[in-house]
Each structure stands twice: as C-alpha cells, then as structure tokens.
C-alpha cells in the first residue's frame, strides 16, 4: 500500500469521500444487482474455469465410456450442449445486469467530472480576469494580449458539443 503522508490533507479527504459513497452505492444497491455482481465476479474468476473444466471433462470422459465404473447417461453430448447453452444464456444475462450497473455508475462519474472541470474552468477565467487587471493596474504589458483576452472570456459547453457534432458529422 502506498503511503498516505505522500498526499495532501485535501485529496486524502476526496479519496475518503469517493471511498464512502461508494460503498453507500453499493449497500443502496437492490439484491438483485447485487446478485448479479457476486456472479458475475464468480464466472470471471479462474476457480470458476477450474470447477467448469473439472465437471464438463469428466461429463465428457464419463460418456465416452472411458471410466468403466460410471455408464454413460449422455453419449451423444445432446444434454451437455443443452445445460452449457442454458448456461450461457444466464451468465450472459448476469454480466449485462453488472455492465449496465457499472455504466450507469460511470454515467453519474462522467458528469461529476464534467461539473467539477466546468467549475474548475469558470474559477481560471476569473483567476485570468484578476490577474489581467492587476497587471494593467501595474502597467505590465503582455506579448500575447488578444490570448490573455480569448482567455478571460468564458467557455459555452453546449457550444463547444455543438462543435465537436459538426467535426463528427463532416
């Protein structure tokens, strides 16, 4: 574990603060969601591989007649093709509840991210507002003034979507 002197008091705070809710999330989350994550957790694991090897290898060894001490119940395999699709059509089933839980949940991130940048940006304007000011108070000139000047004014975010569609679009 790395350590925590390493960070400040305000992003020990925030990873504390992302920590609890989202274990908040997670207790707020319906059983069957949470259902549908512990198997999903289960089927992407190597015991998972290990169990379903063991079990389909000795179904398959055991109906080829290889073991003398078990008859064959399934010869022609048509029972283990059924469960391994039925199998497949829950598991499948399973991992798009998780998917659809984990999207929603980076959803909800994406948009914290697009707040916290939209607020982060309006703050720098204004920094860049304060300090153009205090220079010209100072009577400092800048080289790059009309940057200075594209830089002060603020950021439209549904501009900025409306340009990002147009290059899409051509």
Sequence with gaps: MSDDRSLNSALRRNIDALRR???EEEAKA????????????????????YVHAAIYGFWIVANLGW???????????????????????????????TQNRMASAADRRAELD???????EAEI????????M????????????????EMKQRVAPEAVLDAIEETELS
């Design 30 to 49: 319906k059983f069957e969601e949470r259902l549908a994550s512990a198997i999903t957790r289960f089927t992407g694991s190597l015991i998972f591989v």
């Design 21 to 23: 809710r989202r274990a």
């Design 114 to 120: 697009l707040q916290v940048s939209l607020l982060a």
């Design 67 to 97: 073991i003398q001490v078990v008859r064959p119940w399934d010869p022609t395999f048509v029972i283990l093709a059924m469960i391994a699709s039925v199998e497949a059509i829950f598991l499948s089933t399973f991992i798009l509840i």
């Design 125 to 132: 304007t204004k920094l860049v507002e304060l300090v153009s």
């Design 134 to 149: 205090i220079a010209e108070r100072m009577d400092l000139s800048t080289a790059e003034q009309h940057e200075i000047e």
